[in-house]
């Protein structure tokens, strides 16, 4: 999170990383040394200002950072679930949302901004609980996957499955 929620819980914005982005979205982390993802856009004095805002970047349920996915342990066999873990859609990640939304007293997001993968959510959000969307700020996303989308996710799925090495 970045910046303080105020007492009405009414300066609350949500930003949804793309694809293969994570949370890290401004300043510097301890674990990495390195600026978050839209740094330039997140911070005091910035345009997604933070002496105005309280701004929170989650990671994505079955991403690689932080959330349960494909690399957590699987309790029923002590292995990480790999290809076994269960499929899950960009509704099932903004499941997680709204119950974080609500877990957190956020009556409403001021304002969901996503890129890409990202602004999928946010429009999903928007379509599912919309009395939890004020206002959202997509990026290069889209409504519904193409067909030129689906042909590019089959060959590429099937060149990891064709890798010896994929487990």
Not at 27 to 46: A, C, M, N, T
Not at 61 to 73: D, F, H, K, N, V
Not at 86 to 100: G, K, N, W
Request: some cysteine; proline content about 7%.
């Amino acid at each position: 999170t970045y910046g303080e929620l105020n007492d009405e819980r009414s300066n609350a914005i949500l930003i949804c990383h793309a694809l293969t982005g994570s949370a890290h979205a401004a300043g510097i982390h301890e674990r990495e040394q390195v600026p978050g993802w839209w740094d330039p856009l997140i911070g005091p004095d910035k345009p997604i200002d933070t002496n105005r805002f309280f701004v929170l970047s989650s990671n994505v349920l079955g991403g690689c950072y932080g959330s349960t996915g494909p690399t957590s342990i699987d309790p029923a066999t002590g292995r990480p679930y790999g290809i076994s873990f269960p499929r899950y859609t960009i509704r099932d990640m903004v499941r997680a949302e709204i119950a974080l939304t609500h877990h957190l007293g956020v009556p409403d997001w001021r304002m969901i901004i996503g890129p890409s993968m990202g602004g999928m959510r946010a429009l999903e959000m928007a379509l599912m609980a919309p009395e939890l969307v004020k206002s959202l700020g997509l990026l290069g996303t889209c409504a519904a996957t193409t067909a030129d989308q689906l042909a590019w996710n089959v060959s590429q799925l099937a060149a990891i499955r064709a890798d010896p090495a994929f487990a």
